[in-house]
Structure formats: C-alpha cells, structure tokens
C-alpha cells in the first residue's frame, strides 16, 4: 500500500540514495506520527530504502516515539550521551553503506553538518527537500479530513471572537479568549492568533496589543487551529459600526478579489494565474500598492507549505493540493483588509473549507 513513507522509500531506490536523514520536525511528524518539539536536542528520522527506519530521540521521548510509530527502531540518549555515536553504532550493526545521503538543507544547522560529516564520511549530500515537498503538496483523503476539522474549529474561532467585540476591549482581551474558549475544548492554534484594529490591522504581520476597539474600526482576525497535528489559516475582517465610504470600498475590493481566485480555483490553473485574478482587480481598483504580499500558501502539517501561490508561479493545480487564498490591501491610518480561505482542490473543481461568512459584516 502506496503511504508517505513508502513513497519516500521508492524515491529513495529510484534514485539510488542510501539514506534520508531527516530532521525538521514537521517532516519527522509527517513520515512516521510522532509529534514533539525536541528544541536543541536532535530529532531525526533515518529513512533507508529496504532497512526499517530509525528514529532518534531524547530518552525521555522514546516511548512515545515507538507508540506512534512502531515500525521504527527507536534510539533514545540521554542528556549524556552522544545521539551521533549511537547512530553510527546501529549503521554499523546493520551492515549497511552510507555514500549518498539526503539530507534538509534548510533545516540542517552547520554544527549537525559538521557531525553528520564527521560521522559519516566521504558520504555525498543531496537535498531532500524537493520531493519532500512534492510527497506533502497532495493531500490524501485522509490528511483532507483532519484539515476540514480544523477548518471548522477556525470558522468556530473566528465566531467566538466576533461576538467579544464591544467598546472599549483590547486586542488582547479578545486574542485571549479566542484563545482561552478553543485550548478548553482541547486544541492548540495552529501559530500566535491576530486581532488587529484601526491602524494596527493596516499592518499585514502586525503585533496585537492594548489597543482598544473604538466604534468606526475595523477588526481584523487572523488564526488557525490544529486538529490532529493538521493546520488552518483563516482571516476574516469585520466592521465595529458604522465604517467610512472609503473603508467599505476597500472591504469590497477584498472580498471581490478573493472569491474572484476562489471561483477558478480547480485542477490544470496555475498558482500565477490564480495570483494575477485576484492582484489585478486590486491593481485595476488603484490599490496595487497596498497589497504586498502572495495571494497565498499550501498548508497542512505546517501552517506554510507548498504550493506558494505567487505571480510568477507556473506550477499547475492538482488535485489533492490545500492552499490559502489571502488577498489583502493595507492603506496607513485608512483601512487593513484581509480575507483568507482554504481551498482544497477536488478532481472536477475545489472545495472550500473554511466557511464563516465573507459579506461585510457590520457589528454595532
Ligand atoms: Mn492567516
Ligand atoms: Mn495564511
């Protein structure tokens, strides 16, 4: 049966690699279902082409680690020991020759270069990354599943903190309920959430604080939720009464942007075309200027991943692929608009996961 790993194991052989050691958290996560955050310690998941996979962690993980993945050999070390040796002493054990290695080049610090190097010599190191990216870029039924749960916990999110807005709460008031309602039913947020007024939400990345929601604003939500270790993304902004003429044409830009990509969303389009539908409406609106980022990102296990939707992006849609579509314009001490879906591309067309409305919504 075709799964992650197995498909990385083929590569693996097709491209005559010995080993794929791999070390991002995320990636480990993804090929064998153990979740942890190691910080300096080393994590890594040594993934051979015929052999079973090794996993290494911290002692006190290794439980865990064999009760997630069982097919795995688990090494733990302690605070001790040296992970490096004890990997070198299983290689030997099994016979096995290590001369082409993958390798995440991105992930990989200098110090662990220079161990793996150290330990592993006269070995050639080649970049994982692409076909790691290509493996996780199609979604199966499955990994869709979880996503459409979290999906539906970030629309809840959004609902929950909507219904706090009232005059005179803080962004923070809010940010923490938001946060507070979703951790009592048992999630975590898939990254920090935003809530952003008045000038703060013309910011695209900007910082919630004390800044308290005056009548006339615009609130701004960016959140996610994960749902058995998969991730959503949803930005909504709503209106906390009555909103300028220049504001409401600036919301109405937005929405008009996104659901313009949304509604074309579907196998054989390609990232760049997706990007140019909804950057030229905004261009055409005289808002070009204000809209600096890409049109969005793949998600999934990480709350950014492939494919990057972007204008110079040839890549075809296919099905099996979950994306953002997150239009924004940000006019200082104006308006900061965002709205941002996740799309789930189907055989005949896409589906979209998050649903909380999009009409402008004016709370008074
Ligand atoms: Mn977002
Ligand atoms: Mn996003």
Redesign the pocket.
Known sequence: MSNPLTDLCSWLQLEDIDAAFLTSPDNIFYFSGFKSDPHERLLALVVFPESEPLLICPQMEAVDAKNACDYAEVIGYTDIENPWEKIKQTITTRKLTLRKVAIEKEHMNVERYEHIQHYFPAHSFISAEEKLRQLRMIKTEKEVEKIREACRLADLAVEIGVHEITEGKTEMDILATIEYEMKKMGHEMSFSTMVLTGANAASPHGTPGMTKIQRGDLVLF?L?VVYDGYCS?I?RTVAYGDISEQQAVIYETVRKAQEAAVSISKPGISCAELDLTARNIINESGFGNYFPHRL??G?GVS??EYPSITETNPLLLQAGMVY?I?PGIYVPNIAGVRI?DDIYITESGCEVLTRYPKSLQIIQ
Do not use: F
Request: hydrophobic letters at 15%.
């Open positions: 960016d996610g993304d930005t969005g990102h998600l709350i950014h953002t997150e941002e």
